[in-house]
């Protein structure tokens, strides 16, 4: 069988998530691959923060195995956790940006967690404002700036240590359509360059922009797979 276990940068296989008695995740498989765009869809209650939380370790996993770019999430031990995180950047609703540190520093908190020297620091993330647009916000504190930009800020934070995956939680369901707007061409500018990325939204202009796969879920399972059916057709 041909080995594809390379090119794929999430694996589950029959994972359940439990909190307490309530059940948020049943039994989802799923493959993501390399440099795609999938979206999770679904009422809200439906498990899509969950799913992301799994990926990055947020929360651990009830029952079931999941695979990150290589890692197998149950079985690594914490020395790992690090690791794990320099390679997924996440984007939420709400920014979580801090508030009592400048753009800059916030931004540059991935890189300062990585050991990285302030002269890489300052040129990564310098670079990363220029795309993002926001370069001359390098000094002021996130409170004094609008949602979408605070937003674009986060992108810039989760994409500074160039991971391989980017997890976005509803990214632009707290910003007005022109920021939503500029929010989601910076994805598309960060997937061009080689990220994966896998966004919870209910936001059906960015599904058909980015032209990504759909996975919805209701009631924590997978309802059906939109797009990307092809794929699996062929290996079945
Ligand atoms: P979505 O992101 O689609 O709105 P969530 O993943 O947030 O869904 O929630 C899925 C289910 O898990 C819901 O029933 C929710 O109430 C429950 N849930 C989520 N987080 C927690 C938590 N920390 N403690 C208890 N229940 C939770």
Do not use: C, W
Request: zero cysteines; aromatic letters at 6%; charged letters at 25%.
């Amino acid at each position: 069988m041909m080995d594809l276990s390379k090119n794929q940068i999430i694996r589950m296989f029959n994972v359940y998530k439990a909190y307490g008695k309530t059940s948020a995740l049943r039994d989802i498989s799923l493959e993501i691959y390399a440099g795609e765009i999938v979206f999770i869809t679904g009422a809200s209650g439906a498990g899509k923060s969950t799913l992301l939380k799994l990926f990055y370790k947020g929360e651990l996993a009830s029952q079931g195995q999941i695979l990150v770019d290589g890692m197998n999430l149950a079985r690594m031990g914490a020395r790992k956790l690090p690791e794990l995180r320099r390679r997924i950047g996440v984007i939420f609703q709400d920014f979580k940006l801090i508030a009592g540190r400048t753009v800059f520093d916030n931004v540059a908190l991935p890189l300062e967690a990585a050991g990285e020297k302030p002269k890489i620091i300052e040129k990564k993330v310098m670079s990363v404002l220029r795309t993002a647009g926001i370069e001359d916000k390098a000094k002021v504190y996130p409170p004094s700036l609008s949602g979408g930009e605070q937003q674009r800020v986060a992108v810039a934070r989760a994409v500074v240590g160039s991971p391989s995956l980017i997890l976005a939680d509803e990214p632009t369901a707290s910003l007005d359509p022109h920021s939503a707007e500029q929010v989601i061409q910076l994805l598309e500018t960060f997937h061009g360059r080689g990220a994966t990325l896998v966004i919870a939204t209910h936001n059906r202009r960015m599904i058909s922009r980015l032209k990504g796969r759909e996975i919805r879920l209701e009631n924590g399972s997978i309802q059906e797979r939109l797009h990307g059916s092809d794929r699996e057709m062929e290996e079945a």
